[in-house]
Each structure stands twice: as structure tokens, then as C-alpha cells.
């Protein structure tokens, strides 16, 4: 029993010596499976997932990350990239959300397939993009997502093609698409049958980021927990959302606005997801919870998803580390023209310094690939006030020269007043002289 509490006691302080070992930037090596159960929830083993990460959308910062490089097939978050294709065409000018395309057999047919996720795709309905879109986030119809990538491109395998070719795009190297909807290739039609889709948390993550900050109009395709599609026509249909972090929703967290789940049977549970409180918003990929054949992990994998997101809510924020104007850093006075926002621990000063002409925050710190520490050019204002002391300024210049002006006019009129007085000296002795001479003149005669 002595050696149980010895060992315990132990485990306690080399925790906690840890824990103040660990860089206030560093991300933290700690499973999400024990956040979440630090946190109440008292989860089996089988919940812990195959890899996790968290990201600021702004600066790319990692804030939390687990086996963020473990190739994972991602399943349904597939056609998040299906979406973003067309949204790319959107800016192209070649559709409008507005944009509508028509039911017919081939949809209806992959709509009927009981392995796929799906909709009642009916003959006779249309849908615009937008409705598209609705279908594909929330009830992660294959039908719609086929409809809307045959709207951005009508060869399926060209398709496939441009899929692959944005993830390269985005830095998205350990990504492989072999369809636009995230099932095994075996349960589709005229595909190779080896084929799954596979990716990372890390490179999801850099997906979703690019995707909100390009195109932020998908979050109002995702933040709703219930949608009704085609309203008031016969084919309304009523749609609640696999995505059950977002608010309003079972296990809604503060802020959680988006993105989309996916699982199968060889990806298990996965979800993406983004949530926003004051100027933080943070994207979360969580991967591999549990198998297919334990469907409580459909909703458990939220529970582990939320403890990790509330972490890094508790622990970073994105702020303004310094407002534009004059600063004292690394013992020189600098003046930079824009604030400097990052994102930094909670509660804690952000040190700074200076680096190849610019301002930023000086800790350790992990970023997605093509991300770095924000930074503001600066320019040495002690440089300036070295060159100023050199000579007077501008105002004691025009001062001194108005004094020595009065010096001089004061002194040219002390000279003209002691010339005159010399002067009227010199008539007077001169006007002496000559009353003396003619007195001499008169006493001679």
C-alpha cells in the first residue's frame, strides 16, 4: 500500500513538473481521449481517436495535435473538397449559387443505394447550388454530391483529377481522392475497386482553413442543426445534422458553427468542425473514434472532440499583441504603421522582439505548412532622434536667429546713439574753439 502512494505521489510531481517544463507556445503531448475524460466524461479506450489536431484559423497555429500526420481515409469529409470546387467556379464566373441542375436516372439510382448516405432524389425536381450544397452537409447525400460536381465538371475522372490537383495546390501532399464522395471504390460503379480516399488531420485541417477564409459563405451551409430543403414543394424534405457539436444541437459547443462529418467502414468516426468566439475561431479535425460496427461512436466522438476544443479555448486566444506606433523592444525605440494580432496564451504577457526588420511574438511554435508567426515591419526611430541631437531643432534655430537679429539691430543702435553723442562732442569742442579764437581776435585789436 506504501509503495501504491509512493508511486502515486511520484506520478503526481514529475506531472506537474512537466506541465512547468513545457513552453507557454509549445502544443502539449497529451492524449484526447484523457482530456475528455479529465473533463467527466467517462469514455471506453475504443474512443480514443486515430489522430487529432487544432488550428487558428488566422495564423495557421497548432494549438493542439495527436498523429496529425496519420494518413486516414476521411469518408464523407470527402466532398467538403467536392464543395470547394464549386465554389471556385462560383469566383469564376462559370455558376451562381442560384444555378440549378435536374434530377434524372443516374442520380436516382445512386440515390436508392442503401450504402450510401442519400436523399429522396426524385425525377421532375431541380436543385440550385445552394440546395446542393444543403444536401451534401447535412443529410451527406452522395446523390447531391454527384449532382453538383457534375455541374463543375461533367467527366467524373476529370473530376477526380481536379480534386487531387487542388489538395497538391493547398499543400495537401498526403492526400489521395479516387472519388468525390468518400466511399470505398468497390460500392461505386465503373471505379477501380482498390480505391479509398485517404488524408490526413493535418491536411484537413489546411483544407478547411483555406476553405472558410476563401470562401466563408459555407458557414451558412453548415451552422444549422435542422434544415428543410425544397419547402413548401412535394419534395420537402426535414434533415437533422450529424454534426452534433454545433449549437443547439445534442452536444452543442459555444461557438461551433461548422463543417462535416464522415465515417465508413474503414474510417470509423471522423468530423471536422470550426467554432468562433470573439475574434478566435479555431478548426478542429477529429479522426478514427471507434469502428463502424460501433455506431455509439457516430455521437461519442464529439464528446473528445469538444474536450479538446474547449482546451485550446481555455488556453489561447487571437488577440492584438500591439497597437501601431512607437515601441520599445529588444532595448530599441521602433516605430511600426499597422497592429500586430497572433495568436497567443491566455493570461500571459506575449514577449516580443525584433527580426530581419519586423515585429512578432517571440515563442516556440508549430504551424501548418505555408504558415509562420505574424509579423509588422518596423523602422528604428532612435536612429532619428541620434541625427536631430546632432544640431537644434527646427523651432530653437529660428529663435536663435531672431535673437542674434536683435542682438545685432540692438547693438547697431547703441552704436548709432554713441556716434551721434561723439558727434555732437565734436561740434560742440569745434563751436568752443572758434568762440575762444575770435575772443583772442577782439582782445588783440
Not at 467556379?89 to 442503401?114: M, P
Not at 443529410?139 to 454527384?146: F, K, L, R
Not at 459555444?254 to 467554432?275: M, P, R, V
Amino acid at each position: 500500500m506504501r509503495k501504491r502512494n509512493v508511486r502515486g505521489i511520484c506520478a503526481f510531481l514529475c506531472t506537474i513538473l512537466l506541465g512547468c517544463l513545457i513552453p507557454a507556445g509549445e502544443v502539449q503531448a497529451q492524449r484526447a481521449l484523457d482530456v475528455a475524460r479529465e473533463r467527466g466524461y467517462q469514455l471506453e479506450e475504443r474512443y480514443q481517436p486515430v489522430g487529432s489536431i487544432i488550428t487558428e484559423i488566422n495564423t495557421g497555429q497548432i494549438l493542439w495535435q495527436e498523429n496529425a500526420q496519420k494518413q486516414w481515409p476521411p469518408a464523407s469529409m470527402t466532398k467538403l473538397m467536392t464543395i470547394l470546387l464549386a465554389y471556385e467556379e462560383i469566383k469564376a464566373g462559370n455558376l451562381e449559387l442560384e444555378s440549378t441542375a435536374e434530377v434524372n436516372e443516374r442520380y436516382t439510382d445512386i440515390a436508392g443505394r442503401y450504402a450510401l448516405s442519400n436523399n429522396k432524389m426524385q425525377p421532375g425536381a431541380s436543385y440550385t447550388v445552394a440546395e446542393l450544397m444543403d444536401l451534401i452537409i447535412v443529410p451527406s447525400s452522395a446523390a447531391a454530391t454527384y449532382m453538383l460536381a457534375d455541374m463543375v465538371e461533367s467527366d467524373p475522372d476529370r473530376f477526380v483529377e481536379r480534386m487531387n490537383q487542388k489538395a497538391q495546390e493547398l499543400g495537401m501532399v498526403n492526400t489521395k481522392y479516387f472519388n468525390c464522395v468518400g466511399v470505398t471504390n468497390n460500392l461505386l460503379v465503373s471505379q477501380p475497386l482498390d480505391g479509398d480516399n485517404i488524408t490526413t488531420p493535418e491536411d484537413y485541417a489546411m483544407l478547411c482553413t483555406y476553405l472558410i477564409k476563401t470562401y466563408p459563405d459555407i458557414l451558412n451551409h453548415t451552422k444549422y442543426p435542422q434544415i428543410t430543403v425544397k419547402e413548401g414543394t412535394p419534395y420537402e424534405e426535414h434533415f437533422t445534422s450529424y454534426q452534433i457539436s454545433l449549437e443547439g444541437a445534442k452536444y452543442g459547443l459555444e461557438g461551433t458553427d461548422g463543417l462535416k462529418t464522415g465515417s465508413s467502414d474503414t474510417a470509423g468516426f471522423n468530423y471536422s468542425s470550426t467554432a468562433k468566439r470573439g475574434d478566435t475561431r479555431l478548426v478542429e479535425i477529429v479522426m478514427g473514434v471507434s469502428d463502424w460496427s460501433d455506431q455509439t461512436g457516430e455521437e461519442l466522438r464529439h464528446l473528445v472532440g469538444n474536450a479538446i476544443m474547449e482546451q485550446a479555448f481555455e488556453r489561447f486566444e487571437y488577440k492584438k499583441v500591439l497597437s501601431k506606433g512607437v515601441h520599445t523592444i529588444d532595448g530599441k525605440k521602433v516605430e511600426i504603421s499597422k497592429d500586430l494580432w497572433d495568436c497567443v496564451p491566455k493570461g500571459k504577457e506575449a514577449p516580443l522582439t525584433i527580426k530581419d526588420g519586423k515585429v512578432l511574438v517571440d515563442l516556440e511554435r508549430e504551424y501548418l505548412p505555408g504558415f509562420q508567426a505574424p509579423a509588422v515591419s518596423c523602422k528604428q526611430v532612435a536612429a532619428v532622434e541620434k541625427n536631430e541631437q546632432k544640431g537644434l531643432p527646427l523651432f530653437l534655430k529660428v529663435l536663435l536667429v531672431l535673437d542674434a537679429v536683435f542682438v545685432i539691430l540692438v547693438g547697431a543702435r547703441i552704436s548709432y546713439v554713441a556716434y551721434r553723442k561723439k558727434q555732437r562732442r565734436k561740434r560742440r569742442e569745434a563751436q568752443r574753439r572758434r568762440r575762444a579764437r575770435r575772443i583772442r581776435e577782439l582782445e588783440e585789436k
